[in-house]
């Protein structure tokens, strides 16, 4: 069964070409044009992956990404014609796990789609608990929750970047290694990705984020979680 896809975007002709490249790869793609009915289509048929493009008529991307976010772990990826850091980080911060420039090379876009879908079907294995601070990590079952029990949300992506640091505890893992491993590529990854997505997990995972316990820093080198 092929994936679906949803491309939310507001310029007919990129929003055309793009279903074109999308269906050549063999996936279903369905095409909104606006925030508000992107949102609408997500409750009729949820897909696979959504694309959202941040200049969005009314409802913009960052907001579109916001809403999705609040009631799935879907995996999202935005489209940005701007190359701006704010812009990039404010729409990770959103909850996007990915983003591509404009204009961008189907061939590249396909790769990152094949990669969250990836990420999406974890394989099946015999249960593991690692536990840190007062948490307790479930990787084949999907669950982060509190020892008196009380689950902990993250989306796809933050979860597998904490499963890769607590299944290498102590160990310093660099910028590129977790592009690999997490996001799995190497060659077009940005370090952008990781170091949001670190400050997301520490929310979630911190008594206090600004002074981690767990997830830790290691100037010039890249993460490391100490249990």
């Known amino acids: 069964m092929s994936s679906r896809i949803l491309v939310v975007e507001d310029d007919e002709r990129i929003r055309s070409s793009m279903r074109l490249a999308l269906e050549e790869e063999g996936y279903e793609v369905d095409d909104v044009g606006s925030g508000e009915e992107a949102l609408d289509h997500f409750n009729a048929q949820a897909p696979d992956v959504t694309l959202i493009d941040l ?10 990404c916001r809403a999705l976010r609040r009631q799935s772990a879907v995996p999202i990826i935005m489209v940005t014609a701007r190359t701006d850091t704010h ?39 015999e249960p593991r608990v690692l536990t840190f601070g007062e948490l307790e990590l479930i990787p084949e079952q999907g669950v982060l ?24 505890p102590n ?4 910028r590129e290694q977790l ?19 670190i400050r ?5 995972v911190e008594p206090d984020p600004a002074l981690p ?8 080198m890249g993460y490391k979680l100490v249990p």
Do not use: Q, S
């Open 179 to 197: 592009l690999d491993r997490v996001w799995g590529y190497d060659y077009f990854g940005d370090g952008r990705l990781v170091d949001v997505h």
């Open 55 to 64: 200049m969005l008529p009314g409802m913009d991307g960052f907001e579109c």
């Open 87 to 125: 812009d990039i980080v404010a729409g990770l911060e959103a909850g996007a796990d990915d983003y591509v420039t404009k204009p961008f090379v189907a061939k590249e876009l396909g790769a990152r789609i094949r990669a969250l879908l990836r990420r999406a079907r974890p394989a099946e294995e």
């Open 200 to 204: 997301r997990l520490r929310t979630k």
């Open 213 to 220: 316990r767990h997830i830790l820093t290691v100037r010039g």
């Open 171 to 174: 160990k310093v893992l660099t």
């Open 145 to 168: 929750r509190h020892r008196d029990g009380e689950d902990v949300h993250c989306t796809r992506t933050e979860f597998r970047l904490l499963c890769e640091l607590a299944t290498n």
